[in-house]
């Protein structure tokens, strides 16, 4: 974890039961992020922010709110196949419908910031628990956020990363996914090692 990041004080009761009423079609997903938005620290956290920084908030909130949409279409779940590594467990994404070639998985979404060499070398030093990836677009290695962010690594994966605007990125489908069937994609040649010869994907098990 990063060592300088402290967890949001937020009423953990009072976003359960926004979350509960999304999950269950009571609530629309911009009017969870509205009630959201009135718990007092986000209040204090954004009383000086500019309004596209208040905006970009409000975008990345609803992604994440959005993975408990009942059209979603996938869900977090636990998986231990890392732990060798990292010592704990880890989150999967896993279907919830079936999804087929070609189609886009837009509600598993995540926004790209661009980092500098200084701050890429900077989180490995400090063993940051953060994901980052090699953005083409941006030419650049960038933070990678949102729930998208949960989606793993496979060396023959069945889906591959699609733009979604100009800053952020969902999944398409490589071919046909099943309900339970785990999302994943293909972080780079090279993300595990010298060819991914550290890589602990199924793929690479079998």
């Avoid at 990041?5 to 009017?31: C, P």
């Avoid at 398409?172 to 602990?200: D, K, M, V």
């Amino acid at each position: 974890m990063f060592p300088r990041y402290r967890s949001a004080r937020i009423n953990a009761n009072a976003t359960t039961r926004i979350v509960q009423q999304v999950a269950t079609g009571e609530t629309e997903l911009a009017q969870a992020v509205d009630e959201l938005l009135k718990h007092d620290y986000i209040v204090a956290f954004l009383k000086r922010k500019s309004k596209l920084y208040i905006e970009n908030f409000r975008l990345h909130a609803g992604r994440y709110i959005s993975m408990y949409l009942p059209e979603a279409g996938y869900e977090i779940a636990q998986t231990d196949r890392y732990k060798v590594v990292t010592g704990t467990s880890e989150a999967r994404v896993v279907a919830t419908k079936r999804y087929e070639l070609g189609m886009v998985i837009s509600l598993c979404s995540g926004s790209v910031a661009k980092l500098s060499e200084k701050e890429t070398q900077r989180m490995a030093e400090e063993h940051a628990d953060f994901s980052v990836i090699w953005w083409q677009k941006q030419k650049s290695m960038c933070l990678f956020l949102g729930p998208a962010r949960f989606v793993n690594h496979d060396c023959n994966p069945n889906c591959q990363f699609t733009a979604l605007g100009s800053d952020a990125i969902c999944f398409q489908a490589l071919r046909t996914i099943e309900p339970g069937e785990e999302i994943t994609t293909h972080y780079g040649n090279s993300y595990f090692g010298a060819e991914n010869c550290e890589c602990l994907c199924a793929t690479c098990e079998k």
